[in-house]
C-alpha cells in the first residue's frame, strides 16, 4: 500500500542527494539543511516533471538559436 513517508523514514532511505521510494507518495521530500529539496525518483510524476521542464529548456534554446 503506498503512503506518505515521514521526515525520519525519508532520511533513512536516502542514498546521498538520491530518493528512490516506488512506495512514497511524496513527489518532492526535503532533507535536512537549507534548500535541501529533492525529488522522489520512485514517484512517476517526478519523472514527469523532469520531461516537461527538459523539453521546455530545449524548446526555449532551440527558438534562441532560431532567432540569432
Known sequence: MKR???QEEVEQLMIGRIYC???DLNIFVRR???YAW???LGN???WI???TAA???IVIVFL????S
Open 4 to 6: 506518505k513517508y515521514s
Open 49 to 51: 516533471i523532469t520531461v
Open 44 to 46: 512517476k510524476w517526478s
Open 38 to 40: 529533492t525529488m522522489n
Open 64 to 67: 534562441m538559436l532560431e532567432l
Open 55 to 57: 523539453m521546455i529548456i
Open 21 to 23: 521510494n516506488h512506495e
Open 32 to 34: 535536512k539543511g537549507l
